[in-house]
């Protein structure tokens, strides 16, 4: 039994910036599911049912914040499902969503992620030492510092490559206007200038910390008919997750990331990414990810990845864009990160993208999100036209 | 609308302490799921969905599920995902997956181990940052400030929920997963002090660890690995606005919404466990469930006598499924709840005709 077409029929997201001190939390969800309601052209009421994500309560100190939040996201007497999947949530929140709509079950889902760093410290909030468990105390940034060394070593890249996606990816956020970091003058001299965080992350390799939300409107065949614009066309979902440490487990290579990339590509018929996607918004919270997710997600051959970002293939004008929004190197409100891949590439298929609109030869375009240890996956294609089944 | 298919539980496992001192949350929750699979007749690596409900607070820190995929086996790996709810959510997640036709079984499974911090405090982080939780009100704040309304709405009095307390400690005592159980008359503990008027300890759902794991699957799979297994009828969640100004704290309207979807009274329910953390929740929710007063309501004693947060409501489930599958019931319903005051509320029916 296959699934109910599904599209994406209305986005919306938030200015992202380091501290939003003019909304509270109802607020910032509130103010992208609005603009997601009336880029679909719907009111509150159209809505079947509201599905949430973000990444540990501790990054705000609320616990299971959609509670308080049901009435600012209209979800009062209706289903409401909050997903939690560290880093990967905003894409699997997505995911969860379009599977309400896909089984059949509602036609029209609102889907919220989100993340308002400044109510806290999210590096702290790392970094707490658990009960039973030796305490790490290194944030995201030292906990995959040692892995891109180890990638570094494998494939023996130069250096410089992972400053060359700072540069890049900051470049890209220029022409997005709801991006956080906004740095015209960035070259190559002042990442390799930047302070040196953990080796081999400099200041400027790493995502920024910021307030923001992200929402889209999900709907079926049917909804997508009724839609006042253009559709982004679902073509594949996929989730895969693996545990954090065992003995001769690949952390630079994770075998779940190729398991997930091989089960979406399936379902959106993609052989070869590098051509068969017009671009791809890919979770790169620090610049040596670029290189690593390349090879990861197939775009070339194990230890490749680096030669393609230094080619500039891709760079805006290359030929296979990477983050052209600027990805999470510019914005990382890290809850709502995923889900902003997941709804970018929506955009670019819609050719809603405005200046960081990429030409569209397929159609299609890959959505990515990881979290954990480098442990959950998720991703989606969509594209411009009706899937086949 | 299409047709949904067929989905039953087919195996169910559980287990609770007062404190578990000696094990951390993987060590609790692994026996459970290897349970449950076993029960369920399936392989491990046959399970086509993998999902779990807990709360990070529990623990006090971020990504506590994430070690709960060294219990559950995540390798080679799995298609798997996670809800910050009880595991009753999770079991519905995995219940739409198979409806989407992607994977035809899913474990589901659920822990807490609220012994290590303050739960009732906790729980107060759920209430709006701004307004409300700097006040500190703790669960147990909010949940007597229910049941006042509720009695004095209702004209009942704290004999009626005495009456809740003394059945549920007496069915207890043949549940080996009840933290507590007793038996005690309702006079006898009507004469014990009230702690948060117009509730005495025994009205309040004591602090238990534990996990549980329930496996479902569709159509010809759960006919296949269970002589009677217990079909989902209908599944349904709702919920309410939290502001307590914002609704009659006297009733649960997402749960009379999610049980009239449910189709609860489209036939007889010989049983009902309900996921009261109260004694005053229980008579709220059988109104809002519309039982009828012969219905043996939570005969494992409720969270009332057994608490593993995070795996409560999904325990409900198992509960009814249990009875199902042995065939002490032929039609159940299983309520699960969260957030203060019954915020947030899933309903389940489920059947042994299929």
Known sequence: MGAERTAVIGVGQTRHVSARHDVSIAGLVREAAQEALDDAGLDWGDIDAVVIGKAPDMFEGVVMPELYLADALGASGKPMIRVHTAGSVGGSTAIVAAKLVMAGIHERVLTVAFEKQSESNATWGLSVAMPFQAPLVAGAGGYFAPIIRAYIRRSGAPDYIGHLVSVKDRLNALRNPKAQLHLPDIDLKTVQESMLLWAPLRLLDVCPS???????????????????????????TAMRSEPTMFAGRDQVNPQAGKDCAADVYAQAGITNPREDFDCAEVYVPFSWYEPMWLENLGFCPEGDGWKLTEAGATAFDGDIPWNPSGGVLSSNPIGASGMIR?????????????????????GKALGHAY??????????VVGNTKPES | MRSLRDVAVVGFAQDT?????????????????????????LKRRDIGFTISGSCDYLAGGPFTFVSGLDAAGAWPPVKES?????????????????????????????????????????????????????????????AALQADVYLSSSGRSDRDLAEVAVRSLRNAQRNPYAVVSEDVSVDELLGRPVTHRP????????????????????????KRVCERPAWIRGIEHRVDPQHLGLRDLATAPSAAQAAERAGVNDGAIDVAEIHAQFSHEELILREALGLADGVDVNPSGGPLTSNPVMATGLVRIGEVAGRIMDGRAGRGVAHAAQGPCLQQNLVCVLEGSN
């Open chain 1, 342 to 362: 997941f709804g970018e590439v929506a955009q670019q298929v819609r050719e809603r993208a405005g200046d960081f609109q990429v030409p569209l030869k397929t």
């Open chain 2, 17 to 41: 302490a007062v404190k578990d001192r000696d094990r951390n949350e993987v060590e609790i929750i692994s026996p459970v799921v290897r349970e449950a699979v076993e029960r369920s007749g």
């Open chain 2, 82 to 142: 996670h809800v910050e709810m009880d595991a009753a959510w999770a079991l519905y997640e995995a219940w739409v997956a198979i409806q989407t036709g992607d994977v035809d079984s899913a474990l589901i499974y659920g822990f807490g181990k609220p012994s290590l911090g303050d739960l009732h405090e906790i729980w107060t982080l759920q209430t709006d940052p701004y307004t409300v939780a700097t006040l500190w009100p703790s669960m147990v704040d909010l």
């Open chain 1, 210 to 236: 910021s307030d923001g939300a992200m929402a889209m409107v999900i709907g079926s065949e049917q909804a997508a008919a009724a839609a006042p614009g253009p559709v982004a066309w679902i073509h594949g």
């Open chain 2, 199 to 222: 509730l005495r300890d025994t009205d309040i759902a004591p602090i238990t660890d534990g996990a549980a794991a329930i496996v479902i699957a569709a159509d010809d799979i759960a």
């Open chain 1, 371 to 380: 979290g954990g240890g480098s442990q959950f996956f998720s991703m989606w």
